[in-house]
């Protein structure tokens, strides 16, 4: 079973959208609507911030946005802010067990 | 809230044991499956293990399989993690983790802090 595959970096200005891919297989993103987002500051756990593909947790900010297409999710960040930066990682049901993307780092510039 | 509470974790020789237990509250323990996963110094995630609801559907990493026992009391709200034959591979922070259905096959919805393991002699 693979990691899902994530950029390892990506970046953007105060106020600007960024987008984070994630890209499976049908056996496990394309295959399920079942896809969790996590950010990760560090030092501390991660925190999901949005499951089922699209949906946000309550408390979790309407500047993250999530979506899927084939075998490929990502995640949306819009209005970025300083608080944003951390590491991003993915996750998909499988038959079998849960599969983590290889983690995306995000910068605010 | 669901709280998560690991302990158990610490300096450990290379072939000797550990065993790791995480504390649930907040949420009816026995209604979900429960993960066990691991992050090396700056690493990614990885998924270690999990277990239904009623421990009858267990799994493992091939990493740690045959080496690491994963198990629950569900009357005491408990999950633990039995390492042994560690190596030093296997230095990294253990998070446990509730899975949002009695199922082991989707992503976590909560997390612990985290215990820190390090093998090293």
């Known amino acids: 079973q693979s990691a899902l595959t994530q950029p390892a970096s990506v970046s953007g200005s105060p106020g600007q959208s960024i987008t984070i891919s994630c890209t499976g297989t049908s056996s496990d993103v394309g295959g399920y609507n079942y896809v969790s987002w996590y950010q990760q500051h560090p030092g501390k756990a991660p925190k999901l911030m949005i499951y089922?593909?699209?949906n946000r947790p309550s408390g979790v900010s309407n500047r993250f946005s999530g979506s899927k297409s084939g075998n490929t999710a990502s995640l949306t960040i819009s209005g970025l802010q300083a608080e944003d930066e951390g590491d991003y990682y993915c996750s998909s049901y499988t038959s079998r067990s849960p599969v983590f993307g290889t983690g995306t780092k995000v910068t605010v510039l | 809230e669901v709280q998560l509470v690991e302990s158990g974790g610490g300096l450990v020789q290379p072939g000797r044991s550990l065993r790791l237990s995480c504390a649930a509250s907040g949420f009816t323990f026995d209604e979900y499956a429960m993960y066990w996963v691991r992050q090396a110094p700056g690493k990614g995630l990885e998924w270690v293990s999990g277990i239904s609801w009623n421990s009858g559907n267990i799994g493992y990493a091939d990493s740690v399989k045959g080496r690491f026992t994963i198990s629950r009391d569900n009357t005491k709200n408990s999950l633990y993690l039995q390492m042994n034959s560690l190596r030093a591979e296997d230095t990294a922070f253990y998070y446990c983790?509730?899975?949002?259905?009695?199922?082991?096959?989707?992503?976590?919805?909560?997390w612990g802090q985290g215990t820190l393991v390090t093998v090293s002699s």
């Open positions: 983790a509730k899975s949002p259905s009695s199922s082991g096959s989707y992503a976590p919805d909560h």
């Open positions: 089922e593909v699209s």
